[in-house]
């Protein structure tokens, strides 16, 4: 079954870091991934999704304006991963974050929950 499986999120303090995971070689080979443009997107609470980092497929990186600055979206294709680097975290980042292709697969994972509060 295809599946996204995201990792690294957490309870995290006002400024601090983290590093979020995304395996997606249980949806497409390293070979096909290459091929694809791979986002993060978070959904807070009684909000929609929205995409906040982008690599294309060649590497050129798109952020949303309100993490321009504070996050780093990389990708290593051998591995079918992406991982999103966030700095400097404020309370409004706290959200669940998901990964996947721009355009969508029509599936999701589970995400994982970055919370920052103090």
């Known amino acids: 079954q295809a599946q996204l499986v995201e990792s690294g999120g957490g309870l995290v303090q006002p400024g601090g870091s983290l590093r979020l995971s995304c395996d997606a070689s249980g949806s497409a080979s390293s070979m096909i991934f290459n091929l694809y443009a791979m986002a993060w997107y978070r959904q807070a609470p009684g909000k929609r999704r929205e995409l906040v980092a982008r690599?294309?497929?060649?590497?050129?990186?798109y952020y949303a304006d309100s993490v321009k600055g504070r996050f780093t979206v990389s990708r290593v294709n051998v591995n079918s991963t992406v991982y999103l680097q966030i700095n400097s975290l404020k309370p409004e980042d706290s959200a669940v974050y998901y990964c996947?292709?721009?355009?969508?697969?029509?599936?999701w994972g589970q995400g994982t929950q970055v919370t920052v509060s103090s």
């Open positions: 996947n292709k721009d355009p969508t697969f029509g599936f």
């Open positions: 690599i294309s497929d060649s590497g050129r990186t």
